[in-house]
Structures are given as structure tokens and as C-alpha cells.
């Protein structure tokens, strides 16, 4: 069943004109008009529908009942991942929210190597990382967008965090693992960049109530640690 996000209230049985973005999905998968696609806002909750016209400009849609199918972790996720370059970064974003990522935070630290101190430029990748967990929502099945804000310095990160109380980062010296840290309640999980974080970061990290936790001894990439850390959670939460 082709899953398309749709940014905007929907009505069972009411027909929509499909925004750009969803329309040019139905074309990429040569559907047709009758063909069945699912429907969803991001804000919980899937519409099985029906396509009633497809158009070269335009594609209409009959919207059908609203399903309250939820595919989320049984306790919210917040990964605050270092801004890392390119793909890179859109591959984190990516794969934190097919892996049930409640929330993205794209945390700058010392060692980014990204600078995104322009606000217009920042507007403009955070609405970039909001299309690439809006296209994983309509790969992986969850029915809610992850929140994603603009790039936040470490040390602004702090009103984020409320009601996070168990708060751990990776790091190669830390005494426990990953896994014996876990808790079954809201999770924060803070990735490095290219490098890692240095030591002020680490301070600071430590002051804002975040555990070092151990996660192997091999050295990861910044995208890959979030896979591997998310892979974790989700595992536990999935296990609960």
C-alpha cells in the first residue's frame, strides 16, 4: 500500500486535490485512478483512501475513515545529533525516525564541522530534515512526523529536555554499557560529530544530566552511532 504524507486536515469522505509532493509519488508509481493509497497527517492516526482522478496537473483522492493505528516506541526518543555534512546527516534523520525517533534535535557542538549560524540557511535545512522524516514516515508506517527544529547550540539544548529524565551520550571511555543504562521512560540520546565530542562538550553534556554510555569498541561514524544507539533503544522500548 503506497503511504503518502499529506500536510493538511482531512474529512472521511471528502474528495482532496493532492499537494505536490504526495502527487508526485502517485506519479513516480504509475498509479492509477481506483488504485488505493493510505493517507496520513503526521498527527496520529492513518485514512485508507481512494484515487479518484489522476491527472498530469492535477490528482484527487477520496478521503476514507480515519484509523487510529499507531506505530510509535511506548516511551518518546529524543536524539540530539551533531550536525554532520550532507547525506550524512539526512541519513541520521532518516534512519532515527524509521527507528521511532520522537524527536530530532540538530545539536551544535564545538567540533561541527556545519556552521549554520544564518537563520535563513537554517530555516531552509531544517525544513530539508522535516521532508526526509516525512518521507521515512511514509516508508516505515508511523503515522507522526518526529519534531524536528532548527540547528541549537549544546548549551541552549537545556528547556528541550524536560521531561527526559534518563539522558545518556556515547562515548568510548564510559564504565557501562549502553544497554545496562536503558530505562523503561523517556530517553534523550546525544551523538557526536565528525570527531566526536571534546571535552567541554562533554562537561557541559554532564551538566545538562547526560550519562556516558558505552557502546563498543569500535569507532563509528556520527551517522552510524545513531543507528546503533536507536537500534538499542528501540529494541528495549520494542521489547517491553
Known sequence: MVRLYVQQSLTPGEEIELPPNPA????????????????????????????????????????GDHQPVERELPYPVMVLQAVIKGERMDTAVEKATELGASAIIPTLTQ???????????ASKRQRH?????????????????????????????????????SRLLLNQQAQQTLGALLKPEATALLIGPEGGLNGSDIELAEQLGFRAAYAGARIMRSETATIAAMSRVSGYFEEL
Request: aromatic share 6%.
Open 129 to 165: 530534515w522535516q521532508a526526509v522524516a516525512a518521507s521515512a514516515c511514509e516508508q516505515c508506517g508511523r503515522n507522526r512526523l518526529p519534531w524536528i527544529c532548527k540547528p541549537t547550540p549544546l548549551e541552549q539544548v537545556w528547556p528541550l529536555l524536560e521531561g527526559y529524565n
Open 24 to 63: 508526485a509519488h502517485v506519479k513516480a508509481r504509475r498509479l492509477s485512478s481506483g488504485d488505493a493509497v493510505t493517507l496520513f497527517t503526521g498527527e496520529g492516526g492513518e485514512y485508507p483512501s481512494l484515487l479518484t482522478s489522476v491527472q498530469r496537473r492535477q490528482i484527487t483522492a477520496q478521503v
Open 111 to 121: 567540533r561541527c564541522v556545519v556552521r549554520l549560524d544564518d537563520d535563513k540557511r
